[in-house]
Nanobody, 119 residues
Framework: QVQLVESGGGLVQAGGSLRLSCAVSGRSISSYVMGWFRQAPGKEREFVASISYSGSTTAYADSVKGRFTISRDNAKNTVYLQMNSLKPADTAVYYC????????????WGQGTQVTVSS
């Protein structure tokens, strides 16, 4: 059974930083594109960032480009999201997800970690 467990969320002031981690167990992440998504209260879940199998290719939502950095350590089976210059608009539950080669869908999801940015 594949499990994704996010950590690192919390309360931070605007302009501050947080680093989210997503530890994966049950399967190697080396064959998965990994992504971060977020969902704010009353809004739909949205894409934040993704990273290719090797880590050589990344993609970001326009709203976080230049402030957030996604990375992965396949040896540790962990994905990270470094978030700098945080804004109140970044307040949301952040989810880690894995996209398999076979389905090309994000099949695996974590339970989420809350990030709250105060003004």
């Amino acid at each position: 059974q594949v499990q994704l467990v996010e950590s690192g969320g919390g309360l931070v002031q605007a302009g501050g930083s947080l680093r989210l981690s997503c530890a994966v167990s049950g399967r190697s992440i080396s064959s998965y594109v990994m992504g971060w998504f977020r969902q704010a209260p009353g809004k739909e879940r949205e894409f934040v960032a993704s990273i290719s199998y090797s880590g050589s290719t990344t993609a970001y939502a326009d709203s976080v480009k230049g402030r957030f950095t996604i990375s992965r350590d396949n040896a540790k089976n962990t994905v990270y999201l470094q978030m700098n210059s945080l804004k109140p608009a970044d307040t949301a539950v952040y989810y880690c997800a894995g996209r398999s080669l076979v389905t090309n869908q994000y099949d695996y999801w974590g339970q989420g970690t809350q990030v709250t940015v105060s003004s």
